[in-house]
């Protein structure tokens, strides 16, 4: 099971960070991914990091403004969003890829957290 939080309602400039665990076993050996939903549209990739954190990759929305970090021995998974923008307003899923390396595929990704909200007011 994944647990991400760290969302909430912030004002557009601001900053959130975004936590990603797990309740049972490791996701250390795993490529983890951030996705979000924004109301009436499509999941869509965000961010991914590699289980070695070697490799990162973004979508071209958030790029220079969001980072991927992960801490193994903490088992977490971080994403970290500067400058926020009232379409960065989404849910937030994190996922664990059966990839070490991640994917930006939805269907790539074996393992799905609840998700957290993310609101961004002008």
């Known amino acids: 099971q994944l647990q991400a939080s760290g969302g909430g309602l912030v004002q557009a400039g601001d900053s959130l960070r975004l936590s990603c665990t797990t309740s049972?076993?490791?996701?250390?050996?795993?490529?983890m991914g951030w996705f979000r939903q924004a109301p009436g549209k499509e999941r869509e990739f965000v961010a991914v990091i590699s289980w070695t954190a070697d490799r990162t990759s973004y979508s071209d929305s958030v790029k220079g403004r969001f980072a991927i970090s992960r801490d193994n021995g903490r088992d977490t998974v971080y994403l970290q969003m500067n400058d926020l923008k009232p379409e960065d307003t989404a849910v937030y899923y994190c996922?664990?890829?059966?990839?070490?390396?991640?994917?930006?595929?939805?269907?790539?990704?074996?393992?799905w957290g609840q998700g957290t909200l993310v609101t961004v007011s002008s």
């Open positions: 049972a076993g490791t996701i250390s050996t795993y490529g």
């Open positions: 996922a664990a890829s059966r990839y070490s390396r991640g994917s930006s595929h939805s269907h790539d990704y074996s393992y």
